[in-house]
């Protein structure tokens, strides 16, 4: 069963950054998005930067200008920038593969996910 494994995560001060990585474990075929989530106590799980196939990106609105989503398709990791990090970007950070494999069904693969601190 192929893993993914995020690092990077950490206790920062608020105005400072921090880089995510996630990797597979194994080979993930046909990987149609990578995608980066977080999950904040009490919060519900929220979409914070995607990345397609492609190139395309996406981000929620309270991360833009802030974070960076990038990929390196050869290595099939995924990074996470964030700059600028405030209190409210505490959260487990977890990231996510969508694989075309199986189509017509998409599967998901899911890390464990890495806990991100800012201090105020």
């Known amino acids: 069963q192929v893993q993914l494994v995020e690092s990077g995560g950490g206790l920062v001060q608020a105005g400072g950054s921090l880089r995510l990585s996630c990797t597979a474990s194994g080979i993930i075929s046909r990987i149609i998005s990578m995608d980066w989530y977080r999950q904040a106590p009490g919060k519900q799980r929220e979409l914070v930067a995607a990345i397609t196939s492609g190139g395309s990106t996406n981000y929620a609105d309270s991360v833009k200008g802030r974070f960076t989503i990038s990929r390196d398709n050869a290595k099939n990791t995924v990074y996470l920038q964030m700059n600028s990090l405030k209190p409210e970007d505490k959260a487990v950070y977890c990231c996510?593969?969508?694989?075309?494999?199986?189509?017509?069904?998409?599967?998901?693969?899911w890390g464990q996910g890495t806990q991100v601190t800012v201090s105020s």
């Open positions: 996510k593969y969508s694989s075309s494999s199986y189509y017509p069904t998409t599967r998901d693969y």
